[in-house]
């Protein structure tokens, strides 16, 4: 019999997501099996479609694209309808020219210099989403390394430090090396002897001494060894004054501040290591890869609003966005993709299971800044090349461009990535207001910051029109009461998109349920 004051997986993973971040949670419900490694072992084999046979695909993101493109090779007549006017869903990339509206009307006209860009969602690949880099090769879309884990970035916390940013490679080095003492002093005061051998003792002491740099004594203090891992007063030189200095490690007090430990454990999360990819140019060059496969099969502009079915197929109704006129299209099965936030407004009908799942996942708001520079002063003052920075304030990161490195003239890094609280108290800020904060939440990584700033733009998730947030936001809760109604046939209709996965809010979540979804479909078309 379980002990009833242990807490239950799902308060467990409560507890961690408070003290941790996201990242922790992830990193924990990846050890309990709630987030598992891709699963991708190629396209489906859809061979066989009976004669005639016909889909509508609701949405041209990524997930109703690849429905489409192997729907049709099987042999399915396909149809698919799309509200804006391109393709790609979240995955699409602001360059100077183009201009973002607000669900209030604000506009914003991005300004950025030619060949600057920001993606305003999905801006990485990690190297085991298998689905998305197999349609990557097949389609031809050139990737470059994405620098995730950058030990020259900074860490700031309000609250240790004296409120300065630290290189990261300063403060994970200070964390290993007073973490090390700590146990070895544990270790040397009998307090392991119930758990190791004498043995495995000496051998954890050895290991103690390498990783953590201790000294003779076993104590963690500042020496030429342990700059040579997280930097130098004065680096090493050449000739008579080539002798560096050693730097001061930090307190063990500020490197046990969470700010620290949860960047640290960021780069700890299977889906956050390196190595990672992004498209060469932008991450719409996946989406336009998508098109030029399917584009022949998308009506754009058209807002979805109705779905009816009976047990022979489906008809959608919509409108054409920029004449108003009503039309419909019927086919024997419907994929969906359009986001809940939006089909939970569509007038769907579909079992009572399907209706109240779509209604059951709330969506997150994230807020993401491009901002353009005069110069790359992070690389040509700091070192910096690629990476992130982590603040506790509300713009929550910085992360630097990635590609042209050494370039000469304007370069745009990502200003901000809030989430949660951050994120709710700049999208309340009007753009000019959100330029403004994140330019003096920037100043204390960089004082550059203000004299090099040329423009910038944002993107609140939850001001996007067409989506209303950014990626779903499965509790285990919900999980266990709807997942399954989320993504079971209901007559006619069958759903696909991140939020129909397990991984939420990346690309490969998309694909995967779209594949899963017209596998499912041609399954109960074959047995018909």
């Not at 009976?50 to 109703?64: E, I, M, Q």
């Not at 954890?204 to 004594?217: F, P, T």
Request: glycine letters at 10%.
């Amino acid at each position: 019999m379980e002990n009833s004051m242990q807490p239950s997986r799902r308060q467990l993973l409560g507890l961690i997501g408070k003290a941790g971040g996201a990242a922790a949670m992830y990193q924990a419900m990846t050890a309990l099996g709630h987030a598992a490694e891709t699963q991708f072992d190629g396209p489906p084999v859809l061979s066989g479609a009976k004669p005639g046979a016909s889909v509508v695909v609701l949405g041209a993101g990524l997930a109703g694209m690849v429905a489409a493109y192997e729907l049709e090779k099987a042999g399915y007549q396909v149809k698919v309808l799309e509200f804006q006017d391109r393709p790609g869903g979240r995955n699409y990339t602001l360059r100077g020219g183009d201009t973002f509206t607000e669900s209030d009307g604000t506009v914003q006209k991005v300004q950025f210099a030619p060949g600057n860009y920001i993606n305003p969602g999905p801006w990485r690949i990690p190297h085991h989403h298998n689905c998305l880099l197999h349609y990557c090769r097949q389609f031809g879309v050139a990737l470059e390394p994405f620098i995730q884990l950058n030990h020259n970035g900074f860490i700031h916390s309000s609250e240790a430090f004296d409120g300065k940013p630290q290189r990261y490679k300063a403060v994970a080095t200070d964390f290993r090396g007073h973490t090390s003492e700590l146990l070895a002093k544990a270790a040397n005061a009998k307090a392991l002897d119930g758990s190791v051998s004498a043995e495995d003792k000496e051998k954890l002491l050895e290991a103690l001494r390498h990783w953590g740099v201790l000294d003779d004594n076993m104590a963690y203090t500042s020496s030429v060894a342990v700059s040579a891992q997280r930097g130098y007063d004065r680096p090493p030189g050449g000739g008579v004054g080539g002798a560096p200095s050693p730097s001061q490690i930090a307190k063990l007090g500020d490197v046990l501040d969470p700010q620290v430990w949860t960047a640290m454990s960021f780069y700890f999360n299977y889906v956050m290591q390196t190595t990672m990819f992004q498209p060469v140019g932008g991450m719409d060059m996946i989406g336009k890869a998508f098109a030029k496969q399917v584009g022949k099969l998308i009506t754009y502009n058209a807002k979805v609003t109705k779905v009816a079915q009976n047990g022979k197929g489906v008809t959608v109704s919509y409108r054409d966005v920029p004449s108003g006129r009503m039309n419909s299209v019927s086919a024997d099965w419907c994929v969906c993709t359009i986001p809940l936030s939006i089909i939970s407004q569509v007038e769907m009908q579909v079992g009572p299971k399907l209706a109240a799942a779509m209604k059951a996942v709330p969506y997150a708001g994230q807020l993401k800044m491009g901002m353009e520079f005069k110069r790359r002063f992070w690389e040509e003052d700091d070192n910096i090349y690629g990476g992130h920075s982590f603040t506790d304030q509300p713009i929550a990161q910085l992360s630097y461009p990635n590609d042209r490195f050494f370039a000469p003239g304007p370069a745009v890094l990502l200003g901000a990535f809030a989430r949660d609280a951050g994120a709710f108290e700049l999208t309340g800020m009007t753009p000019q207001e959100r330029i403004e904060a994140a330019l003096a939440q920037g100043e204390i990584f960089h004082p550059q910051y203000r004299k090099e700033f040329l423009n910038g733009v944002s993107v609140p998730w939850s001001r996007v029109p067409w989506i209303l947030g950014c990626t779903s936001r499965w509790s285990e809760e919900n999980r266990e009461a709807h997942y399954q109604n989320l993504v079971a046939i209901d007559g006619r209709v069958v759903l696909a998109g991140e939020h129909a996965s397990y991984y939420g809010g990346w690309m490969e979540g998309s694909l995967l349920s779209g594949l899963d979804a017209i596998t499912r479909i041609h399954q109960r078309t074959q047995a018909a």
